[in-house]
């Protein structure tokens, strides 16, 4: 299979962008149907309390109220959801849809109202009375792991759902007896609110002619909900059909499976209506999943020359009250990058998955990289602060060297490809690194707070080979179908929402077949019309499901070729094709045939031999996951009297391999950014002592907008993956991953005056303030 090439690299806006911004798209809470009913939930105003009795009579007895139930009503009629283990000894407790027994965080649903209205729906639920008896709440991560203040979940010892180690412990510890240099420091990652501009919200539909459910639902994964619909509510699979439509942002928030869509289900089914529901920012705030929320004690071992020999990691991971589908898996990954871009002997990286009185965490844009990026990209500053080494001199000493790939780590994955010191290089040449260090300097020596920092990373997407993803394979699927009229269809398993893959994906067959580009649509996010599919995340949608199309379009190439020779009365080698047409090597005056023309004998009147038609369905299952790196570097200003933060540069150079729309990869960029600097400077999630959610509203808790971020100049480097057909290495995360430790770098180097090394984010304008008054 030849690599894509011709259209591909065009840089072409966004062909989903007018329906988007329009108005004229169609999400989820959009959608009609005729009698519906509105479901409201009920939800936890306790962190830690046991349930002692639930009345329900007067909300049943409520003009318009079709049903309430709670959990016992579900008992032996819906499973448990869904969750992934992972490690040897994960304990996953019970987790029902609507709890029973006891709450476990502020937000868990107690009961559910459905009625003709969604005002109904909600004033009945004020009727329903709950009797709790409070307990102690579990907030405190550390104190968590000693079993204290008390356990969530009876039968799982201090709190602790799991250790996950990777690594060499023996082999670290001796890097570390050798050392010339030990550097450490404990890292805090806070926990952070995927704030999608979509909330959660389904549309179930009950088909009773048919014994058939359609849910029409805000996610990531329509297959895998299918599957999890039909697996905890015992309706066979190919009777549940799932769609995505619209989707207003996921970041890995709706790679999930939520109890409001079983109970939505079950509640069409019961009640032969369809069942709506959509979300409230609050609701959002307290209930989607959570990302990061990860401790981190981090030694890193070194000779006086900067060599590295090993880091050892020590982690407490902030799951929440239950795991969801992939939070066990989240902290893993953090292990499994803990090496970052370097080249070191020996690593160790242990992890405690703590059960907390919170909402479940689990994949956030980024899922588990970006903290490990964190604590590495520091810990390298810190250690060239203590020998008193340029930031870019520790990391260029330390890179592995790009005639090392594949590269095996220490800590258990293989590198595809990299070139580390090309990205570093441009970036210190965009940057105009020496003349920003003298300014810096100068700026100092006057007073002034200003500081440079750099964060170079590499990271694992392309999520990925079925042989890394044990519990869910990872492949993925797409069809292409040529239709009569010589118009081309794509089906894509991979499910986009707002990547921008019809537009890429669209590119790509019109660059194969000399289509116009307008010619070509794709289909996705319907388990109705599409071969199974994993979905988009970890940034595998085009690395993967791209490949997956790539294959589609050579099977159907083939076979066109095939048809074409037969019409051109030659031999299929002596057939080429170029500019929408099929002609004869050599044969005078031009004979030629379009691919319309092609498509068409397809169809109609097609040759004995030949199964008639033109469309292909192929999988792809790549070798092994990707590895996209680069370095970002940025220069800030404290301003002395309020702590405010102002940006005097910021430059990202990354490499995602060959990039088929460099205006979307550029997108996917800004976007990573824009939440990196965020958690950096801005977001927060915080719960009091007591377990009560904080930061319950947006006027809690901050989402930057605009103006609050820093003009980017971007470049890249492009190293192919050779773990696909097209070079391609992902986009989605790299902004989020490398901008995070860059930014608090340069705020720290801002503050290294003040002998201060290390100051829990977000770095608010009062925390710096204090910092530079000793306060």
């Not at 790679?255 to 069409?268: D, G, H, I, K, T």
């Not at 319950?696 to 609050?708: F, H, I, Q, R, W």
Request: glycine residues 10%; proline residues 5%; charged residues 20%.
């Amino acid at each position: 299979m030849g690599a894509i090439s011709g259209m591909v690299g065009a840089r072409i806006k966004r062909r989903e962008d007018p329906r988007l911004i329009t108005g004229n798209a169609s999400y989820t809470d959009d959608f009609k149907f005729v009698n519906m009913s509105y479901a409201h939930f009920l939800r936890s105003d306790y962190a830690h309390a046991r349930i002692k009795s639930i009345d329900t009579s007067a909300a049943k007895k409520h003009p318009g109220v079709l049903a309430v139930l709670t959990g016992e009503d579900l008992k032996g009629k819906a499973g448990e959801m869904v969750a992934v283990p992972f490690g040897a000894n994960c304990i996953i407790p019970p987790h029902s849809a609507i709890t029973s027994d006891k709450v476990r965080y502020v937000g868990e649903v107690v009961a559910v109202v459905i009625a003709d209205d969604r005002a109904t729906a909600r004033d009945a639920s004020e009727l329903i009375s709950v009797e709790y008896e409070e307990l102690p709440a579990v907030v405190d991560i550390e104190e968590a792991a000693k079993g204290l203040p008390a356990l969530v979940h009876d039968g799982i010892p201090n709190n602790i759902g799991a250790t996950l180690e990777f690594g060499d412990a023996a082999k670290t510890k001796e890097a570390f007896a050798n050392a010339e240099v030990i550097v450490e420091q404990r890292f805090n990652n806070q926990r952070l609110a995927p704030s999608p501009m979509e909330g959660r919200g389904c549309v179930a539909v009950w088909q009773k002619g048919e014994d058939a459910l359609t849910l029409y639902t805000s996610t990531q994964i329509p297959h895998y909900t299918r599957t999890f619909l039909a697996l905890t509510l015992s309706i066979p699979e190919h009777q549940v059909r799932v769609v995505a439509p619209e989707v207003g942002g996921g970041f890995g928030a709706k790679l999930n499976y939520y109890p409001e869509e079983l109970v939505c289900a079950y509640a069409a089914r019961k009640l032969g209506r369809p069942v709506k529901w959509s979300e409230t920012r609050s609701e959002s705030l307290a209930s989607m999943i959570h990302g990061r929320g990860q401790i981190d004690y981090v030694r890193i071992a070194a000779n006086k020359d900067g060599t590295i020999l090993g880091i050892d990691i020590t982690a407490y991971q902030d799951i929440g009250a239950y795991y969801q589908v992939l939070t066990a898996c989240i902290s893993a990954l953090t292990g499994l990058m803990a090496t970052g871009a370097y080249d070191m002997p020996a690593a160790y990286f242990k992890v405690y998955n703590v059960i907390t009185n919170k909402v479940s965490t689990d994949a956030y844009r980024g899922a588990g990289r970006p903290e490990a990026t964190y604590f590495i990209e520091r810990i390298v500053t810190l250690l060239a602060n203590e020998l008193g080494m340029d930031q870019a001199e520790i990391r260029r000493k330390n890179f592995i060297p790009k005639e090392k790939f594949p590269f095996a780590t220490p800590v258990g994955l293989t590198y595809d490809s990299g070139d580390y010191d090309i990205a570093l290089d441009k970036a210190l040449e965009m940057f105009d690194y020496a003349n920003m260090q003298k300014m810096a300097a100068d700026a100092r020596a006057n007073g002034r707070y200003v500081g440079i920092g750099m964060s170079s990373y590499s990271e694992v997407c392309g999520m990925g080979p079925s042989k890394g993803m044990f519990t869910s394979g990872g492949w993925e699927s797409a069809t292409l179908r040529f239709e009569k009229t010589g118009k081309a269809t794509v089906f894509s398993g991979a499910s986009p929402h707002g990547q921008g893959q019809e537009t890429s994906f669209a590119q790509m067959v019109a660059t194969e077949f000399g289509l116009d580009y307008n010619d070509v649509i794709v289909k996705h996010g319907d388990t109705g019309n599409t071969s199974y599919g994993l979905g988009t995340y970890g940034s595998r949608g085009t690395a993967v499901g791209g490949a997956a199309l790539a294959m589609a379009i050579e099977t159907v190439k083939e076979k066109a070729r095939k048809i074409a020779a037969s019409m051109l009365e030659a031999s299929e080698e002596d057939v080429v094709f170029d500019t929408g047409k099929y002609t004869v090597k050599g044969a005078a005056g031009g004979k030629s045939v379009t691919i319309q023309e092609v498509v068409f004998r397809a169809y109609v009147n097609p040759f004995d031999g030949i199964e008639p038609g033109l469309e292909s369905t192929r999988f792809f299952e790549p070798t092994n996951f990707t590895f996209p790196f680069g370095t970002h570097i940025c220069a800030v200003e404290i301003d002395a009297d309020t702590g405010e933060v102002k940006f005097l540069k910021y430059v990202a150079v990354d490499d995602v391999g060959n990039q088929i729309n460099p205006l979307l990869v550029e997108g996917q960029v800004h976007g990573g950014l824009a939440q990196g600097i965020a958690q950096a400077l801005y977001e927060e999630v915080v719960y009091d002592s007591d377990g009560q959610l904080v930061t319950g509203t947006l006027m809690d808790y901050t989402v930057p907008n605009a103006t609050e971020l820093p003009h980017f100049e971007l470049g890249s480097t492009c190293t192919p993956s050779p773990v696909n057909p097209m070079g391609v290495k992902g986009v989605g995360e790299a902004g989020t991953i490398a901008s995070t430790p860059c930014v608090v770098n340069a705020l720290m180097d801002a503050l290294i005056n003040t002998g201060i090394k290390d100051i829990d984010m977000p770095l608010r304008p009062e925390k710096l303030w204090r910092a530079i008054h000793g306060k």
